[in-house]
Nanobody
C-alpha cells in the first residue's frame, strides 16, 4: 500500500503564505492521485485539492480556488500545496492522502475515495 509522508505547515498571519509537501512511495500500480484535506475539531475532514499522475487532472475546493496551487515533482513523487492569501478560516490540521489508480482519472475530493493518509500537520492563520 502506498505511503504518504508530509511536511510543512506552521503559524502565519492572515494574508501570508505557507507550503505543504507530501512525498508518496511504495506504489503498486502505474498511476496515483495525491490530495490534501483539512479538518477542524468537530467537523468532517474536507477536501482541499488533489492531482493525478499521467495528466489525470487537478481539482480544487471552491473555498481555495485562486489562493492555493497544487503541483507535483514527478521525479520525487512529491506534491506541493502552495497556500497564498491565507485566512483565519484556513486554520486546520492538514492531511495528505494517496490513492493508487489503474488509469489516469480526475481525483475526487470526497475523503472516502482515498486509501492512505499522512500524519497530519497543523496550519494556524492568525487574524
Amino acid at each position: 500500500q502506498a505511503q504518504a509522508v508530509q511536511s510543512g505547515g506552521g503559524l502565519v498571519e492572515s494574508g501570508g503564505s505557507l507550503t505543504l509537501s507530501c512525498a508518496a512511495s511504495e506504489f503498486t500500480f502505474d498511476y496515483h492521485a495525491i490530495g490534501w484535506f483539512r479538518q477542524v475539531p468537530g467537523k468532517e475532514r474536507e477536501g482541499v485539492s488533489c492531482i493525478t499522475s499521467g495528466d489525470g487532472g487537478i481539482n480544487y475546493a471552491d473555498s481555495v480556488k485562486g489562493r492555493f496551487t497544487i503541483s507535483r515533482d514527478n521525479a520525487k513523487n512529491t506534491v506541493h500545496l502552495q497556500m497564498n492569501n491565507l485566512k483565519p478560516e484556513d486554520t486546520a490540521v492538514y492531511y495528505c492522502a494517496v490513492r493508487e489508480l489503474t488509469r489516469p482519472m480526475m481525483c475526487n475530493l470526497n475523503r472516502r475515495w482515498w486509501g492512505s493518509w499522512g500524519q497530519g500537520t497543523q496550519v494556524t492563520v492568525s487574524s
